[in-house]
């Protein structure tokens, strides 16, 4: 059981796009039928929200078209309003484009081997370590990351720290300049020591580099890779899709990863890539901790681009953290009125580990417009966890024994301020209330008494 309680959620990814996008809507509000006229209307905005959120000038008009054929070709039952029918039309239209369903990473292969690739600065390395992770605790496969960015003089160090981190052992070779030697010598040390995967790190590069681009094109026909995936920063916007053309017609590569994906992106090199390319994208990465890296899936993404949320996303990051065995020990106590401030914390730790808020408040449908210029800070929780941390383990398990004494000492304690102390008491004792409500049934009998 996770509560989420404690911060105000606030909706980055394709927040300016989602609003244009809900004023081209707009157009068909109140009207009775959909006709030529206003769906040319709606589809004319539609198309430069598109191009406003970067997406190529061809694949905003592909999709535009597209969806101008579906509109005048559907027969709209009387209880579905224009309005509703066009959302329902963009929504399927913009899954479609962007692929449609999510791509499974292959790791067949003993061991399979996948290359990163891209341009420099991209997050290359930082998404090594985040798929390492990924593969390791969703997979439960034995990872080896290997090193073969011999040209950027932090990458190998950079690898190692990420390798810690996760916990991923990273196969170095000091003084060796040639990638191929490397990542060939990496394999033959997973074969050997029964390692199930090998990511290989490589150099960032562009595509204007021929020397360049024509070693990476060497290494991957020398490893022959069970994945090849370009890595490419959606804050380039639409000079991404570019990047990622002149990449394929070298690699051919296998998808796509999106990083960078929580800064201010118009979000159009997420929509085009696969129009463009003909590549799937298979992952996003957002933020620097580790376990910030998502699957792609194209109709979720959907979903919050027209402010729908992404309450299958949530759940799955809640089920990962969920314990079964502390779940029906919790039910026991509030049940019993006996969940405490230790409670109280543990579940906050599981929040925490959910992943960053601000992706977390972007799955929340209507969370994210209401609340889109609310700065949520990562330590969010900081403050809480300070508050109770201060606290004795008699106060955390009766905190109704906590008077003004108490509460100054525990102020002090925190380094916060009382009333910070008292929001927190209050905000628990609530929390705790309508916890036991839940479990008891008396919710559900309030709520309808309430509606007599």
């Given amino acids: 059981m996770?509560?989420?309680?404690?911060?105000?959620?606030?909706?980055?990814?394709?927040?300016?796009?989602?609003?244009?996008?809900?004023?081209?809507?707009?157009?068909?509000?109140?009207?009775?039928?959909?006709t030529e006229i206003n769906v040319a209307e709606t589809v004319k905005d539609i198309r430069k929200a598109l191009l406003d959120a970067d997406v190529s000038f061809k694949v905003a008009k592909d999709f535009c078209n597209t969806v101008k054929e579906k509109a005048m070709g559907q027969n709209v039952l009387t209880a579905v309003k224009p309005q509703q029918m066009m959302v329902k039309i963009v929504h399927d239209e913009l899954a479609a484009f962007m692929g449609s369903s999510s791509q499974e990473i292959n790791l067949k292969g003993s061991p399979a081997v996948v290359l990163v690739a891209g341009l420099n600065g991209?997050?290359?390395?930082?998404?090594?370590?985040?798929?390492?992770?990924?593969?390791?605790?969703?997979?439960?496969?034995?990872?080896?990351?290997?090193?073969?960015?011999?040209?950027?003089?932090?990458?190998?160090?950079?690898?190692?720290?990420?390798?810690?981190?996760?916990?991923?052992?990273?196969?170095?070779?000091?003084?060796?300049?040639?990638?191929?030697?490397?990542?060939?010598?990496?394999?033959?040390?997973?074969?050997?020591?029964?390692?199930?995967?090998?990511?290989?790190?490589?150099?960032?590069?562009?595509?204007?580099?021929?020397?360049?681009?024509?070693?990476?094109?060497?290494?991957?026909?020398?490893?022959?890779?069970?994945?090849?995936?370009?890595?490419?920063?959606?804050?380039?916007?639409?000079?991404?899709?570019?990047?990622?053309?002149?990449?394929?017609?070298r690699l051919d590569f296998d998808g796509v990863v999106l990083t960078k994906m929580d800064g201010e992106t118009r979000g159009g090199a997420a929509l085009s890539i696969k129009a463009v390319v003909g590549k799937p994208v298979k992952f996003v990465s957002s933020g620097e901790k580790m376990e910030a890296l998502d699957v792609f899936h194209p109709d979720r993404i959907a979903d919050r681009i027209l402010g729908m949320g992404d309450v299958v996303s949530l759940v799955e990051k809640a089920q990962e953290q969920f314990d079964e065995k502390q779940a029906r020990e919790l039910k026991k106590k509030l049940a019993r009125d006996q969940f405490?401030?230790?409670?109280?914390?543990?579940?906050?730790?599981?929040?925490?580990?959910?992943?960053?808020?601000?992706?977390?408040?972007?799955?929340?449908?209507?969370?994210?417009?209401?609340?889109?210029?609310?700065?949520?800070?990562?330590?969010?929780?900081?403050?809480?966890?300070?508050?109770?941390?201060?606290?004795?383990?008699?106060?955390?398990?009766?905190?109704?024994?906590?008077?003004?004494s108490r509460r100054k000492r525990i102020a002090d304690g925190s380094g916060t301020s009382l009333p910070e102390v008292n929001r927190l008491l209050k905000q628990f004792e609530g929390t705790r209330k309508m916890m036991k409500g839940a479990v008891t049934g008396k919710l559900a009998q309030q709520m309808r008494g309430f509606r007599r």
């Fill in 2 to 34: 996770i509560i989420f309680v404690g911060f105000k959620p606030t909706y980055v990814m394709f927040e300016n796009l989602s609003e244009r996008l809900e004023r081209s809507f707009k157009i068909l509000k109140g009207e009775g039928k959909i």
């Fill in 122 to 249: 991209s997050g290359k390395t930082t998404f090594s370590g985040k798929l390492a992770l990924h593969v390791k605790s969703k997979k439960g496969m034995k990872v080896l990351l290997a090193a073969c960015d011999t040209f950027r003089p932090a990458a190998i160090e950079q690898l190692k720290v990420l390798g810690e981190q996760v916990q991923v052992p990273v196969y170095t070779e000091e003084g060796e300049k040639d990638p191929v030697r490397i990542a060939k010598n990496a394999i033959a040390k997973a074969k050997a020591e029964g390692y199930s995967v090998v990511i290989i790190d490589t150099a960032g590069r562009l595509a204007v580099d021929e020397e360049l681009m024509e070693e990476i094109s060497t290494l991957h026909k020398a490893v022959s890779p069970t994945e090849t995936l370009f890595v490419v920063d959606a804050m380039t916007g639409q000079d991404a899709v570019e990047t990622a053309r002149a990449f394929n017609d």
């Fill in 340 to 404: 405490t401030l230790d409670d109280f914390f543990q579940q906050i730790q599981q929040v925490k580990k959910m992943g960053n808020v601000k992706d977390l408040a972007s799955m929340i449908p209507g969370m994210g417009k209401a609340l889109k210029d609310v700065d949520i800070p990562d330590d969010a929780f900081k403050t809480t966890e300070a508050i109770i941390q201060s606290m004795t383990p008699y106060e955390k398990a009766h905190p109704e024994i906590i008077n003004g």
